[in-house]
């Protein structure tokens, strides 16, 4: 069965430079949602879409912005990149019912030097 | 805002025994969804179980079974005859059902060894 596809799956950028994490949601899934999972630290919801428009938000920084396109895929851009956002970053994605489950990425892994 | 509470940070089980990891929540919705996921050292997350409120038969998957208590907002998972391969990070999760696509709140996760 498809699953859910991140890219890249590791990434290593100097602090204030731009990254750009890339999100394929199982095929005719409509939400995807994004996760950020420091060292050591439980999963920390960032920001979800539904049908193209943002659904939710939780605790993103300013400095980041995400987009769902036509194809439902999603990506996460981040900018002036601190050594704090290193961390291992989830994409999920999910079809809208009320008892649905998201289905989890194998994440991304971004080290900020 | 609701909170998910796991208070054993690491736990360890022999080989072929059974461990219980604790868990609790706090909400003022009377429906919602709970989850155990597994988190391997691949970091991969993998859905362990899952339980609606709206039922009272606690969830059971193979070897896996929750005692879920509404009333007390606890959430446990039971692993039986557990497996070199159960070990890993252990998260649990809450979930409001206004909508198809609420985000999950996780625990800060127990860690489980074990041992051979």
């Known amino acids: 069965a498809a699953g859910v596809i991140q890219s890249p799956r590791h990434l290593i950028k100097e602090k204030r430079e731009t990254a750009t994490l890339k999100c394929y949601p199982i095929?005719?899934?409509?939400?995807v949602y994004w996760y950020q999972q420091g060292p050591g630290q439980d999963p920390q919801f960032l920001i979800s879409?539904?049908?193209?428009?943002?659904?939710d938000k939780g605790s993103i920084p300013d400095r980041f912005s995400a987009q769902q396109f036509s194809d439902y895929h999603s990506e996460l851009n981040m900018s002036s990149l601190e050594l704090g956002d290193s961390a291992l970053y989830f994409c999920?994605?999910?079809?809208?019912?009320?008892?649905?489950?998201?289905?989890f990425g194998p994440g991304t892994r971004l080290t900020v030097l | 805002a609701q909170t998910v509470t796991q208070s054993q940070p690491e736990m360890s089980v022999q080989e072929a025994e059974t461990v219980t990891l604790s868990c609790t929540y706090d909400?003022?919705?009377?429906?919602?969804?709970l989850f155990w996921y597994k988190q391997p050292p691949s970091r991969q997350m993998i859905l362990v179980i899952r339980?609606?409120?709206?039922?009272?038969q606690n969830a059971t998957e193979n070897r896996f079974s929750v005692n879920f208590q509404k009333a007390a907002k606890s959430f446990s998972l039971k692993i039986s005859d557990s497996q070199l391969g159960d070990a890993a990070m252990y998260f649990c999760?809450?979930?409001?059902?206004?909508?198809?696509?609420?985000?999950?709140?996780f625990g800060k996760g127990t860690r489980l060894s074990v041992i051979a």
């Open positions: 909400t003022s919705e009377s429906d919602y969804y």
């Open positions: 879409f539904y049908e193209k428009m943002q659904s």
């Open positions: 999760a809450y979930r409001s059902p206004y909508s198809g696509n609420t985000p999950l709140v």
């Open positions: 339980q609606e409120a709206y039922k009272q």
């Open positions: 095929p005719r899934h409509d939400t």
């Open positions: 999920a994605s999910s079809r809208d019912l009320k008892n649905n489950e998201q289905f």
